[in-house]
């Protein structure tokens, strides 16, 4: 690990982002790899740098880590199923900023709109902005869709209007995260806590309302749901 990402990950590493009874559980790097925009990071593409993620891994020896340094990235990244226990560490709410412009105003689907897409299970994200500027006129247009098991995202920011984010099946956690939007903006089927989240609702087009919240389950027999939590 290179001082620079050694420091970046220690900025996390004494926090709580996973507790089991009020103790912290450790979460070990396996190894690391920096994402720049300026060429002296390995990569200057996300994808790329997940690319690189070892495939199917078991979490034994720790998360493959990808530090992405401070920058705007307009590219649609995706973390395909194959990629478990990857961890991703931005230098923070809007100065690591991932965007897309995806919307079914422009013949995308709401699933298929997603700038940041999460398939992989166990997968962490840190200090990162995660953002689809379609507008409010584009109908549903995601920032995050996150399908995985045991998703964690701490310290990140999910910016767009109509279906913001995407909570789509499983279980995940949200903590200290900011979440932008007008119709539906959190909404699936997900398992999914917040806990110290910050929701912003904004000013929706004329004749909308700024429902916060779209519980996606069918089935009573399902134990989904939206859980928010203040401490």
């Known amino acids: 690990m290179t001082e ?18 009020g103790d912290a559980l450790s979460v070990m790097v396996s190894d690391t790899v920096i994402v720049s925009q300026d060429g002296t990071g390995n990569f200057s593409s996300i994808n790329d740098a ?13 998360y493959f880590l990808i530090y992405v340094m401070e920058g705007v990235y307009e590219e649609y990244v995706s973390i395909p199923k194959n990629k478990k226990y990857l961890m991703m560490i ?48 584009k109908g549903q247009a995601v920032a995050l869709r996150s399908g995985g098991d045991l998703n964690v995202f701490y310290s990140c ?7 913001t984010l995407y909570t789509h099946s499983l279980r995940q956690f949200y903590r200290e995260c900011d979440v932008y939007g007008t119709v539906d903006f959190i909404f699936g089927n997900a398992a999914v806590i917040f806990q110290n989240c910050n929701l912003f609702p904004r000013q929706p087009r004329q004749g909308q309302g700024n429902e916060v919240t779209a519980q996606g389950r069918t089935d009573p027999n399902q134990n989904t749901g939206i859980y928010l ?3």
Request: charged residues 15%.
């Open 50 to 62: 997940v690319s690189a993620a070892p495939n199917n891994t078991n979490g034994a020896n720790g």
């Open 157 to 163: 920011s999910f910016e767009a209007y109509q279906d």
């Open 90 to 137: 931005g230098d923070g709410i809007n100065r690591t900023i991932i965007t897309g412009n995806r919307s079914v105003g422009d013949g995308w689907t709401t699933f298929n709109s997603a700038t940041f897409i999460v398939v992989a299970p166990n997968f962490i994200g840190v200090n990162m902005t995660m953002r689809n500027t379609a507008g409010p006129t």
């Open 4 to 21: 620079r990402a050694r420091a970046v990950y220690n900025t996390v590493g004494h926090r709580k982002l996973l507790q089991t009874d």
């Open 229 to 231: 939590i203040t401490s």
